[in-house]
C-alpha cells in the first residue's frame, strides 16, 4: 500500500490519497453502521483523467476498488473491502455546464446534490430526486444507487433524470456516454449503469436531466391519532387519482425525535402520525387538488390539518422530514433504516405487520416513509455495541423484506442492495436471473475489482470467495 | 428447413408454421420497404411454453432467429436474415391480468397497442404510448424499439411503462422477469432490454404500468402560413414552461396526402404547415394552459386558431396526424420515414436542413413529426422501382441524421436502428461505446442468433460475416 500512495501522490497530488490511519476511521463505514471494514488507502481524483490515470495503476497491481460518495449510502455499497482502495469523489464538485434552454446540466460526480439544484435554481429549474440526505449526497451516488426521495413520486427515481455519463472502468478507460440523450439509441447503458452500485465502474461525470421549478406549491400537513389512518388516506388520495408531488408519512417515535432535535418542526407530539402532503403546479389546479385532498383526509378522522402560508412555513414542515434520520440520533447511537417497497393499495396491512415484528424483538422501530410510492422506511433504532441487539435487528429487517417481498413488494426502493441486501436477492431473482446479472457484470469489469462483494449474492457469480457472514461486523 | 418445419409443428400445430412461399411474401419486409429478404419459414407460437420449445429446437440447429410483432417497424429490425426462421407474436394475443387498483397490465406480447388500452379504459386507465401505428403495432414491438407515440411528449416513451418482462433466449430458457417493479433492485434487466431491438431474445410476456386518463382534454389545431412559424411557436409553448401532453406538426405536403385520403380531418389545405396540440388535466389547468398557448400561438401569425368542440372532433383532428403515414401512400408507392431527434431549441433551423437536403436531390418530402420531443420525421416520398431514386433517398437520409447528430441531436428518437442506421452508429458512439454494446449483447446471446446483423454495426462486434451493402435490396 505504501509504494501504491506514493505512486497514487504522483498523480493526485499530495492531499488528493489519504493513508493515516486516523484520517481513515471516517471511511470505515457507510451510514450502514454496523458494517465496518478497515480502509487502507483512500484517493481523491480531481477529474476523470485523473480517475483515469489512479485506475490503471491500481489495474496493473489487480487492486479492488470501492467507489465512495458522501457515504451517506444505507446498505453498505461503501464500505471498504480488504486489500482495496477507496476511489472518493470528494474532490470532484464542479458544475461543468447548465443549459438553461434544452434544460440539462453537465456536473462531475462528487457535487452535492442540493448544490446543483442551488446552481439551475436562479434560472428556474431544478434537479428533481431529492434525497433525505440532499445536503450532503453526491449526484455520483445517487447515479450508483438509483436515489428516490419524497418528489420522486412525482418526478421518479435517478434514473428517469440521467441522460448521460463519463465512466472509469477498472482498468482505467474511459467510457464516454455524456450526450444528453434523452431517448437512448443502441443499448441503454446508461440506463444500465445508473443503480449499479459501483461495480461497473466509477461515474466521473454526468449529464442530467433538468425540470421547471413548480409556479405555485402548498404543503399541508395532517395529524393522525392512529397511523391507520394515515395510510389509508394515502391509499384513498392514489385512488381518488389525485396526484400531489408528494406523500410521507411521520410515525410518533419520529415525530418525539424531530420536536427534540435542531430540526423540530412545529410537528404536535400527541399525534400517532402525521401525513406530509405537497402539491404543486398552475394556481387553480393546486387549489383544486388541495380542496379534494382536504376532503379525503377528513373522512379519516384527523385531529388537524395545517396548511403552510409562506416558503418559510412550508421550509419548516419539510425540515422535520428531511431532518428525521438525523434526529434519531437523540433515541438510540444507532440506526438501521430498511427500505422495501409494497404495493401501495397494502400500505396498512404491511406497516402493521412491520411494527409487529419489531415489537416481537422488544426493538424500537420508528416509521418515516415514501408512503405515495410504497416505500417503507421502518427504522430500527438500536446499539451496536449491544450484539445480541444486533442480532434482533438484522432478524427482524430480513423477516421485514421477506414479508413485503411475499405481498408483491420489493428489496429497496432507492438504497440499494450494497452489502446489506445480498442474500434476499435471492428472494426475488432465481438462479439464473442471477446468474445473467453476473455477466452483464462481468462484461464491465470481468476480474470483480469494482465493489466485489456488493449488489449480487457472490455464489451466484460462483466467487471463490466466501461470502463474510453478517454477524462479522467490527 | 422442410424438418424443422415439421418439427415446429409438433409443438405449435399445423396454423403455426407457414412454409408456404405465398403466404411468406408479406414477411419479406417490415415497414422498411426498400430493405427485403425472402422469409424461409416463420413460426408462431402462442404461448412462452411454446416459444420456449421452439427456440430449443432452433437452438439444436443452430438456427438464427428474427422476432416479428406486427411488422411495423420502420429500421429493417423485423427484415428476416437469409437461412433464418421468423418468429411471430401474432397469435400471442392475450391480456393475462388488468390490476386497476395498483394500475398495471400484463400482456402476452402480441397484443395490439390500442386493445390494451381498450381493455382497461373501462376502469379510467390508459396504456400511454401511443405509436402512430397503434391500430396494429404490438406491445411486444413496442417493447423491442423503446416505441414513442405523439403522448410520449407527456408521459415518456416505451421504457418508462415496462414493468417487468418474461424472455426466451436463443437456446430456450425463460427469464422471469415479470414483477410489476417499479423501482428496479440490483442491475435493471427490464431496461435493458427494452430497446433491445430482438438482439437478446424474445419477449413474450410484458408487465405495463398504466396511468389514469386525463379527466379533460382539450385539442387545438393552429393553421401557418409557414412552416418557420409552426416550429417557433413550440419552442415558444416550451420555453414558457407550458406542458401540453402532444405538439405534433404536419407540413403542406402531408395535409395534402392526409386531406385526400380517408384520414381526411379538415385540415386547410391552403396553410403551409398546421400544429396539433393537445391538453389535459383538470378543468382550470386546461383553461389556464390552453389560454397561454393561444396567446403564444397568436404571436406568431397564425392564420386560424381552431379548437374541438367535443370528443368526435378531437378525434377527427386526431385521425389526420395517426393517418398520415397511410396516406402518403397516394403520393408515391413507397416511404422512407427518417427518425432523428435534435434539440428542441434547434427546430426550426433542422426542418429548413431536411428540407433543402431533399430538394438538393429532388426528392418529395413530407415532414410531420413530434415536435414537443424535438423527434423529427422527414418522409421522402419515392418509388423503390427507380435505383437512382433509393439511392438519392439513402443519400439523403444519412445526411439528415448526420446533420442532426452534429447539432447535437440523435439517430433515432423512436423507430430503432435495425438494419437501416447501423452505419450511423458510429456517429454517435465510439469504438469502445460499440464493443461495451457488443459484450452486452453477449450475456444474451453469445452465439449472435438473435436478429444477427442488427442494431450493432457488424465489424465493431468482431463479426467474420461481412454487411451486406445497403444497395443489395431486391
Known sequence: MKRLASKLREVVGARGVIDD???????????????????ELVVL???????ARCFRILHADKVPIV?????????????????????????MRDVLEVDFEDRFARVQAGVVNVDLSHACGQGGLMYAPDPSSQMACTIGGNVANNSGGPHCFKYGATTRHILGLVLVTHDGRVIDLSEPVVDPVGYDLVGLF??????????????????????????????????????????DIIAARLEPSALEILDRLTIEAVEKSVFAAGYPREAEAVLLIEVEGVECEVA???????????????LEIRTARDARERRQLWAGRKGAFGAMGRVAP?????????????????????????????????NVFHAGDGNLHPNICYDRRDADEVKRVLEAGHLI???????????????????????EMELLFTPSDL????????????????????????????ELRTMPPREDAR
Open 435 to 462: 446468474d445473467t446479472m453476473c455477466r452483464v457484470r462481468d462484461v464491465w469489469d470481468p476480474e470483480r475489482r469494482m465493489n466485489p462483494d456488493k449488489l449480487v449474492p457472490l455464489h451466484a457469480c460462483g
Open 21 to 39: 490511519p486516523t484520517l481513515l476511521l471516517p471511511y470505515e463505514s457507510d451510514g450502514l453502521a454496523m458494517m465496518q471494514v478497515d480502509a
Open 194 to 235: 445508473v443503480g449499479s452500485e459501483g461495480t461497473f465502474g466509477l461515474a466521473t461525470e454526468v449529464t442530467v436531466r433538468l425540470v421547471p421549478t413548480p409556479p405555485v406549491v402548498e404543503v399541508l400537513l395532517a395529524i393522525f391519532p392512529d397511523l391507520d389512518g394515515a395510510c389509508d388516506s394515502v391509499t
Open 334 to 366: 444507532d440506526l438501521y433504516v430498511a427500505d422495501a417497497v409494497v404495493p401501495r393499495t397494502k400500505l396498512r396491512e404491511l406497516v402493521r405487520k412491520t411494527v409487529e415484528i419489531c415489537a416481537e424483538r422488544d426493538l424500537l422501530l420508528a
Open 288 to 302: 383544486s387538488t388541495t380542496r379534494e385532498i382536504r376532503a379525503i383526509l377528513e373522512g379519516h378522522a384527523t
Open 401 to 423: 423484506l421477506e414479508t413485503c417481498v411475499a405481498a408483491g413488494g420489493s428489496l429497496t426502493g432507492e438504497h440499494g442492495v450494497g452489502l446489506e441486501k445480498r442474500a
Open 45 to 51: 481524483p480531481r477529474t476523470t483523467d485523473e480517475a
Open 67 to 91: 467507489a465512495r460518495g458522501a457515504g451517506t449510502g444505507l446498505a453498505g455499497g461503501a464500505t471498504p473491502v480488504e486489500g482495496g482502495v477507496v476511489v472518493s469523489t470528494a474532490r
